[in-house]
């Protein structure tokens, strides 16, 4: 039997077992797909260039993450993109700095921070209707929820996760890499999909789709919630009511994205900035665009809620059409379709049996916790962070954080070496 049992090898699960190793705890890690990193992925594209399928910045101004990328030694950039450009009635424009907060009544928010006001949806801080759009806009495509869904208002203003942030040269396939070697290869069984958690008295009996039974005397769950929504899992006892009912306050986002490579000399004429994130407002739905157009060059249009999940069953050619007739709102890309170098990737975060979507949101009156404790299992990832949520700056202090709570429920005292 191992002490631990860790479910799910994304970042919040590699970084769990790194704390339990520190620790001197036996463990074992679970990832029913066949390679770790969960939605923080990264493809090679033909040429060679990397792209990141999921997760692509490190947000924040102190994102834990970036201590690890200085232990490994990886390389990483800051987006240059200091800015937000919207494309709206024909033209683009450079979005002021405050350009949300504009939108946004302060007493009202300030009341809501301070817990003085309940919370609200998102949109009824707008100042007037214009602003409401603006909010009801930028909550689709900060959070792929759709209408009649709205994001709470409190999250949003207490969100950690400032736009933009630092990128890994290689993609986020280059951190996984580090974190899955440190954790331990040998103990990564890989295309082992659970389908079962049941306790038994002197632990936990872990079932998996291949038919192999694994025993641990507590379990990490790091299972997207999409995940823990779609029942894919059973659990013995059942969760509690409780459980269910902060699962209940909370959806999960549709965002996807089509990757698009470029040749460089299709931005040698034009005047674009290295990094440039556009919120594209002049079509039904709006999207959201993030180009760079330094080194070998790539646009990433994201495709947020209901259209995130139709897009999903494109061909690469089919996505390139679809790229061409959402950007062409946008005059200085125009023509940018002649100089593609490679297909067209599409995600698909929505019907990936193993995300369900792309991360969390918690609906008004609704507060993230730390990572959740029921009985012999406890819960972590992106969705049980308070700070950065759902994000990768999010799975990591929740599988840190989780992985304390098992450290000490099995009364080990964490080794000298765990960073602080
Ligand atoms: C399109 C997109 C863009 C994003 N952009 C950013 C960004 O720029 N910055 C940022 O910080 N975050 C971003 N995110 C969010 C970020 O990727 C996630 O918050 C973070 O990677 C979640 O990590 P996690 O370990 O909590 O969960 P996951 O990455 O979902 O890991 C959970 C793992 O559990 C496995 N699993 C699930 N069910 C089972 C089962 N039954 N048995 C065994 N294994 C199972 C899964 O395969 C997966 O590998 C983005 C996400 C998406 C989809």
Same mark, same amino acid.
């Given at each position: 039997m ?5 479910i ?7 970084v ?14 679970l ?5 770790p990193?969960g ?8 040429s ?9 910045w ?10 690890e ?12 993109g200091q800015?937000i450009?919207?494309?709206?009635k024909g033209e683009?424009r ?13 007493d009202?928010?300030g009341a809501?921070?301070?817990?003085k ?8 801080l707008?100042?007037d209707?214009a +602003?409401r759009?603006?909010l009801? %806009?930028f #909550? ?5 929820v @759709? *209408? =009649? ?18 990128e890994?040269?290689?993609g986020?396939?280059?951190?996984i ?6 954790a331990?290869m ?15 008295d002197?632990?936990?009996r ?9 025993f641990g005397?507590?379990v990490?769950f790091?299972?997207?919630l ?7 899992v059973?659990f013995?006892p059942?969760?509690?009511?409780d ?22 000399a299709f931005?040698a +004429?034009?005047?674009?900035?290295? %990094?440039? #994130?556009?919120?594209l407002?002049?079509? @039904? *739905? =709006?999207h ?10 790539v646009?990433?249009?994201y495709?947020a ?7 999903e ?11 061409v ?10 023509g ?5 170098v490679?297909?067209?990737t599409?995600t698909?975060?929505?019907a990936?049996?193993?995300?369900r ?9 609704v507060k ?24 990768v700056?999010?799975a ?10 098992v450290?000490e ?5 964490? #080794?000298?070496?765990a960073?602080?």
């Amino acid at each position: 039997m191992e002490d631990v049992i860790i479910i799910g090898a994304g970042v919040a699960g590699l970084v769990a077992a790194l704390e339990c190793k520190r620790a001197g705890l036996s463990y074992r890690i679970l990832e029913a797909c066949d390679q770790p990193g969960g939605r923080a992925r990264s493809r090679a594209l033909s040429s060679g260039r990397v792209v990141d399928l999921g997760a692509h910045w490190l947000h924040g101004e102190d994102n834990p993450l970036q201590a690890e990328l200085e232990r490994y030694g990886i390389a990483w950039r800051r987006d240059e993109g200091q800015a937000i450009y919207v494309q709206e009635k024909g033209e683009l424009r450079q979005a002021g700095d405050d350009w949300l907060d504009r939108a946004i009544d302060p007493d009202k928010a300030g009341a809501i921070l301070k817990g003085k006001a309940p919370d609200c949806a998102l949109t009824e801080l707008a100042v007037d209707e214009a +602003a409401r759009r603006m909010l009801a %806009d930028f #909550a689709l495509l900060w959070n792929g929820v @759709d *209408p =009649p869904v709205v994001p709470s208002a409190y999250e949003f203003l207490s969100d950690g996760n400032t736009p933009g942030g630092l990128e890994i040269e290689g993609g986020m396939g280059e951190l996984i890499g580090h974190l899955a070697d440190e954790a331990g290869m040998a103990r990564l069984h890989l295309r082992t999909s659970v389908s079962r958690i049941a306790e038994t008295d002197d632990g936990v009996r872990i079932q998996a789709m291949d038919g192999s039974q694994w025993f641990g005397r507590r379990v990490l769950f790091t299972g997207s919630l999409g995940v823990l929504k779609s029942n894919m899992v059973g659990f013995q006892p059942p969760l509690s009511g409780d459980f269910h009912e902060h699962l209940a306050g909370m959806v999960m986002g549709r965002v996807n994205k089509i990757v698009i490579e470029l040749d460089p000399a299709f931005f040698a +004429a034009r005047d674009i900035p290295v %990094d440039m #994130a556009i919120e594209l407002l002049d079509g @039904d *739905p =709006p999207h959201f665009c993030h180009v760079h157009s330094g080194g070998q060059p790539v646009i990433q249009l994201y495709v947020a809620g209901r259209q995130a999940e139709k897009i999903e069953g494109m061909t690469p050619g089919e996505a390139l059409a679809y790229a061409v007739g959402v950007l062409r709102q946008v005059g200085a890309l125009r023509g940018f379709d002649a100089h593609v170098v490679s297909p067209a990737t599409v995600t698909r975060w929505v019907a990936n049996p193993y995300t369900r979507g792309a991360y969390s949101c918690c609906l008004p009156g609704v507060k993230r916790s730390g990572p959740r404790v029921e009985g012999a299992i406890v819960f972590c990832g992106d969705t049980f962070d308070d700070r950065f949520p759902a994000s990768v700056a999010g799975a990591y202090r929740s599988g840190r954080a989780g992985a304390r709570i098992v450290i000490e429920a099995l009364g080990v005292k964490a #080794a000298e070496n765990a960073v602080a």
